[in-house]
Each structure stands twice: as C-alpha cells, then as structure tokens.
C-alpha cells in the first residue's frame, strides 16, 4: 500500500473545521458547547432539549481477524453518505483506549478517508475522560485500604475485597501484585492485580448512566468486597460515592468531534466488547438521538461480542432498539475464516471464501435472531478480485441477505452510498427487536441462551469457582441481572483458534463477577485476560513528535 | 469562622470572564489560545513571541505548620494588587496534586477573594496535565517489564531498575508492591513501588524543559536502571522518548485561568517542593513574562524547600534570576513555632511569638544569602491582636526588614496594596542573585552547603547506602549536577516535629538517586515518603457534586 497516505497523514492533509461550526451544524446550542481546543468540546446533556426520536443504526462485524475489517471506518463511512443524501447524521463511536494505541492498533478513529478528526487527539488524552474514570476507580482502592489501615471498622476480609486497580494500559505485569509492602506503616498486605481502565466498572457505569444523578447512585451500589463475616461492602458503605461522582462530573459530558467530511461526531465512551459491554454511552447515544433523525453506532468486535451486548445491555437499560444492523466483512478476513494464511491473502481463492464465509452465516443469523433485518456491507480491499466478489454477491442473494459494497477507506461517504441506500430502506421497516433472554431466569439459563442462540455453542461449563459464586449471587438475591459475557474476540467459541464457524462447543465459565453498580453479572469465560500485554514491537516504538509538535507514528 | 463564606462558595459567586477576555487582556493573541472549556485554555508557547524579560517576584513562606499560613492566596492577592497599581502582571502557579486535595487540603488555588478561578475544575483534573505525566510515567513501566518479559536483549537486571511507577493519589498501601506475579505468561516478578505523580522524574522533566525538543531530549536521558552487568540504560536505549513526547505535546503547553478580580494566570507543572524540585514549569513561567511587566510566582512549601529548589535549580537551568522574594507569614503558624498548641491559637502570646519568630528569621537569612533582598508578608488573621501585631512589626523594624500586612483573604487585591507597594519598591533596586553552589562542587559539598547555610545545621551524614550510591554516580560522571532535597517541610532539619529554628541538628540522607533527564541528585532525607497516605478521615468524604452539576466540598 506504498502508494497510499497513512491514515494520519491523511487526516493532516484534511481541512478541519472549527468546532463551533460543527455544533451550528449539528444544532448544538452555543450554551450547550464547552470547547477543548479548537476542534474538540464537551456538550452539556442538560442543555440539550427535545426528546431522543433519532433512529439507530448499529454497525457490527464478523468474528475479527488479523486482516482487519474496517468496522470503525464503515461506521464513519455509512454516515458520511447519508449526510451526502441529505439525512440530518450523527455517528456516535468510542473512544479508543490507549493500552492498544501504544500496543498494536496505534490508533481507533477509523481509516482512509472515513475517519473522526482530530485523530491524534482522539487517540491520545481526548478530553481525559478515560484519566478521570481510571482516577475516580484507583481513588476507590486507595480509600478502600485506608480505611483497612485506619482501624477498618467496616471489617473488610483483604482476601475478598473484589474492586481491582487499573490503568489505561497494555501491562501485564500488573495483572496480579501483591500491595501493602513494607510493615505496618505501608498498610495491610494483600494480593491486588490491575485491570485495564475499560475493564473498570466504573468505565461500564460511565457507560449506562442516564443521568449524573443515575451515575451517584450506580457508583454507591458498587460491590467492593465482602467483610470477614462474608457480609457485602458497597461504595455506599464507606461514603466516596460523592467524591467518585465529582471525579467524573465533566468526563461524563459527551465529546463532540467531526468526520473528515464534517459530519458532527459524538465519542464517548467504552470500547472493549471482549471484557466489557464495549459500546458509546447512552447519554452519547441519546444526546445524538435529540439531535439527529439517524445515529449511526457501532459496538466492538464481532457481532457474538459488541452486538450481543448493545441489544441485551445497553438497549435494554437505555430503553431503545436498533432501527438497522450492519455486519461489516471483508473477503480478506472471510479468508482467513475459511483457513488463508495472512500472507496469502493477497491470492484469489473463492474455495476458502466459501469456507470462511459461514462465519458471516453465523453473525447475520444471530441479528435476526433479535428481530432486525441485517445489512451486510462488504468493505472492499483492493486485492479483491471479481471473481471472489461474484462469489459473495451470490452468496447473499441466494440466502436473501441484503448486501453493499462499500469503498469508504478510499473515497470517503462516496462510497458508502450503496450502503447508506440500503440502510434507509430498512429504517423504512419496522422492527421486531427482541432481547434474547428475561431478566428473571437464572444465570445458567442466561449464559446458555447467549452460548446457544449466539455462539453457536451446544452449552456451558460452569467451573466449581464459578458454580460457588453463582449460589452466592442467588444468596443475595443479585442474580435479576443481565450477564455480561468476557470472551475471546477471534472466535465464536472461547478458543481464539476456533475460527469460521465452530460448532459442537461449550464454554467455560470459570468466574461470575456481580457488577452491581454497572449491573451486570461478568462471566469471565476461557483464558480471557482482564489486562492486556504488550507486543514484542510495540506501536510506540514508532510514534514521536515533529518539529511543530504534530503526532507521529498514529496509523 | 462560620460567619465567612467557603472557599467555594467565594469561588462560585465570582463573576468569571470568559477566557477570551483575559486572554486579550494579557496579549496573548487569538492563533496561540486553545480554549478548554469557556474558562480555561492552554497557551501554545510558540506562538508568543518576543523576550522573556519580565521581572521575576519569588512568593515563599515559613515553615508550614497547620495553623495554615496561605502562601498561594498571597501569591494571588499580591498579583491582584499589583493589578490594581497599573502594573502589567501575571501570577504563575503550581497546580494542584489530586493526591492531597482528596486527603487533607480539599483544593489548592488560593483562598477567600485571593483564589484563582475556576478553582473546582483547576483542583481536580485541570486540562489532564498531571494525568499525561502519570501516563507517561507508566508507560515507561510498562516498557521495562515487557522488554524483560520479551527476552531483554538490554539484560535489564529486574533487583535493578530505579524507575518506579506513580499515581496522582495518596494511595500508602503502593509504595511498596511485587509485580509480575502469576507465571511465565505474566512476566517476570519483581519488586517495585509508585510514588505520587508529582515525584516521577517525568514531571520534573516537565517542569525544567525549555522547549519540546529539550523535553525529548530530557526524556530520553532518564536513567531506569542497570544490566545485570551493572552498566546504566537509558530511555533512549529502549527506543520510546517519542512516544513518551507524544504523550506530554499537549499538557507541555502552559495552562490560563484568571483570579477572582480577572488578572491573567498562568498554571502549570509541579507542587510538592518536599519531595521534588516543588515549582512551576519554566515554560510557564518565561511565557508570563513574554506577556507581562511582572510575574508572581510561587514555591512550594517554606524557604528552605521551594524556594532554594527555585534559587538553586529552577532558575540556573532557566537562566533567570528572582528580582524580589516575599516570604509570607502568620502570626498564628509563627505562635505554633514558639510550642502553641493548634487549639489555644486563638488566644493572645506574645511570648510565644518571640520563641517561634526564629523560624521567620532564618528563612529571612537564607534569602539573603542568595543576594535577594526579601519582603515579608504578614498575612492577617481574624485572631490576631494589638500587642502581637506591634511586636512582629517593631521585631521587623530592628532587624531592618521590609513587612507589609496583608489581608487579601478577605480584601483580595485591595488587601495587599500595602505589599505591592514595597515590592515594586523591591524592584527598582537591583539584586545580586547567585546560586549557593557551583556545580562543580562535590556532591557532599552540594548538599552540606543547603545544611549549613539554607537548614542552619551542623553537618550532614550519608548512610552507607547513599556513600555506596554517591560513589557510584561519580564513577559514571552524573556528580556534576544540582542536588534535589527531598525533606519534611514542617522542620528547617529532617525531624519533623524539630519546629522553630533548630540548631546544632545533622540531616541523614539515606538515598542519592540520579535523576539524569531532569538533571539532578534526590537526596533523600529522614522519613520522607515519595507517596503520602491518606487520614483517617479523607476531604473526599465531604466531596459532592449538587443537582446542577457543581462540584460540593472543594474549600
């Protein structure tokens, strides 16, 4: 791809406009807008009136692989056409973490042509929402050994206490740490372990607050352990529910950003769908809705994963439905699906497309098994041949399956016409969303829903750890909540190698954690890690500053 | 005090201009401004032009003691009188550690009608500044480990990295951890501990660049520890002084804000003079007096800490020098220093005045020493009486040194006039400012010279820890570097409770660490911690956010 521009190379290159431009257009209200920089602001919620009737479209994936699918980039893409067909758009994304930023990805704000600007920004600090959610969960550790240290009247067990550390980081050697070295002056020694800040509760809190009143009151709620009669300890307990409320009270304001085309943007919150819910806040998602006539959002990974999560957590808690899916694939990683080695992507091969392309089979069955139509949109890779596009093209038309090739990398909005096409036809119809699952079965019931109707799995092995903590969560009566599955993004199964379309499977549940603030009960399934690793080469290895003080190195 | 406003409450009922307006009043021009919030903005110091030849008044203080004596609320009322005498001024600050605002202080910006605005957004995250430097820091970490766990062809020895993670928190219960436990996959375990972020090298990197070019550079000479070989490896010998610049190329940009009578302020970089070099950023500071005839500035903690880190590293690097210094005192903090007890302050002792005047004086010799003529600010208080303001005005009058009464608190600007007066006075003289030691001088002579002339003690001894270390630092050529106390502020010796002027008193110092990319020694000195605990009962339990979205409990 020599002959191309990097992704930041184009994104330099693109006239951005100021941000108060973008609000006027967005018809944000001067009072509304607090500006971070030139091409950045917060918006107060509460200064945005009218009711959230704003359609949602939601953009989706295969199963990810290493060739990349380009869903953030479609995201982008699909609302930038139908800005260009004269819909009143908002795209409303997450925000990238910086662990992988500094990691592999090097950058999360789409590609080509289709990107949120000011990309450097967004990747870097953006707003420091991610530093005040990482902040307000350390302080919450800090006052939980403290108060161990100054006499512990709530009689908190050291080895129960639940609520981890975090950074936003890729560090795995703080995955597991032993705190309060040194003697008595230094505190009570007990083992800790840090997760990455997308993993916080309070990142999922942030995520499903509907108000900074909601927000208080999920943060009081938050189980942080249990004392040495086994009793629970919640937030509430030790009274800092106001100081964590404080510590968030601007990061909870949605940020408003723009695409390259100048479609308004809002990005705000959690990524992450393999070991959180993964997907933009609500208060982002209904802020957009106020605000335009379609919001176009995305969830993470693949379908099994963000997808999952946006219609049995966040749109159930945010009282809404998808008006449209779309299910991002490329015949690169279909490929890869059906067995191509990443360095033979390049060769034509419509017999491993055939193989892999069940894995889009897989994805397009469990949107509809929530009641909405699906939109596949096939993002084209300039290694495509005609022959494999003919292949896929058929493929759809045979299984009645509405499919758009899109070529958003390179031309922007223009090419995600097609797509934007379809996507209006299906937000003509009605929809029969449906979560998968009530609220009132058990947990095992849940879970083997999920692994069944979405996984594609035969069911579930609950390890003697996970059995244990799921008879506690019934004890107190915790369990009328929906579950939050932490899986392998590489495959349907909770084995990253399974790749295509597995079956025959079960999964392993090996922990059930209560998330009573968030609410939601994480099932911890396979080697799943709360803490990611760095790579041998990390990304930063290549990022600097110019002269001038631009980025260097984000892709 | 009950019949006065909070702190707060001052703050909230101020009329604040927008951020525009103060930045046209301090010249500083449109293209160089880059708003954060309406009230807020960050200052692209590349685009100020002109010379940094505004006149320089250094704002220290006695011995902190906790009746209070409220140096940083002089800082400000000072600027505002200055204001108020026609004078083009700006006030240059540090900011705020989140650390002690959630434990003991509630807030750090000034008080009454001498604070700058707005103070609840400046006391907690303020533009991200502190929460780039931590992530810088611990990506630093983050590096190390995984270069090890990678196969570490640098043959970094684990029992040997001198790089320790931080958080902008009281967190006690890190200061000493084990990380890395868990097995092979989790990395390599060792020991490890976090300071407080205002510790980490990085921030005073931060605070000592003169440019990006000089921070990369800086960034790129930390010293994190040594081979198993004992041979010293550098951040440039892992290759990630780009993106750690990438990480700091927004928050290296100074920070203005305004006080509550609307003169232009600049805050930026470092508190904590006990445990770092406990001043603004030199970037803030030549930027202020790019713009302004006269720029207030503050050091931490009382003359023998912030200001001789001012004296002695602050300004050589910089290359400026102070043109006056106030030292402010109280006739309370001054009663304490003569054994009154917090709780009998409010009755009349003279006595105890004359015992605990000591401390005033000393701070008043060392400033002299340094060939600056020194102003003392008598900061009043609701408490004191007749007879013990006529002593300290008749002890000053002996000893022939300058004193204003200031009462800025509840007058702002108005209430320090008197002090503005002598201080331009200061001003029209001219000093002979120089630096206590050449660098030149041996480590050992560095540090018995800030004993003998800044602490008026005897001597100094070196555990055989720090001999080792000192030896160590030589054999690589590192000695030719100003020393960094880091030392309790509440004694002019290493013995906290050793208030008043204490004589005939050694200072122990256990650790000599090189700090390469900032460019000095820490010494470590009796029981100072380089991460605090939080109290019994932490400010933040009284912290809230009210039903409109302001922050409650900041004083």
Redesign the interface.
Known sequence: MSQYLTDIEIAGNAEIKPIIDIAKVAGIPEDAL?????YKA?I?P?KITGNSTGKVVLVTAISPTPAGEGKSTVTVGLSDALKRLNQKVMVALREPS?GPV?GIKGGATGGGYAQVLPMD?IN??F??DF??I??AN??L???I??HI???NELNIDPRRIIWKRV????????????????GP????P?EDGFDITVASEIMAIFCLATS??DL?ERLSNILIGYTFDKEPVFVRHL??E??L???L???IKPNLVQTIEGTPAIVHGGPFANIAHGCNSIMATQTARKLADIVVTEAGFGADLGAEKFMNIKARKGNFSPDAVVVVATIRALKMHGGVLKTELSNENVNALQDGIVNLEKHIETIRTFGVEPVVALNRFVTDTDAEIEFILNWAKEQGIRIARTNVWEEGGLGGIELAEQVLEVLEQSQKFTPLYDLTESIEQKVTTIVQKVYGGIGVQFTDKAKKQIAQIEQYGWDLLPVCMAKTQYSLSDQPNLIGRPEGFTITVREVIPKLGAGFLVCLTGDIMTMP??P?N?A??????D?N?N???LF
Do not use: C, I
């Open positions: 607090e500006p971070y920089g030139r917060k107060d509460l910086l500094m920004e870097l600090h707003n420091g530093h005040a990482t902040t350390n302080a550790s800090a006052f050994d403290n240290h100054q006499g950074l936003d980081l890729n560090d795995r050697a703080l995955r597991k740490v032993v705190v309060g070295l040194g002056v230094q505190g009570m007990r900074l009143k208080k009274g800092v106001g100081a409320t404080l510590l009270k601007d990061a690793g760095l041998k990390p930063a290895l290549r990022m600097d500053v002269e003080g980025a260097v190195g």
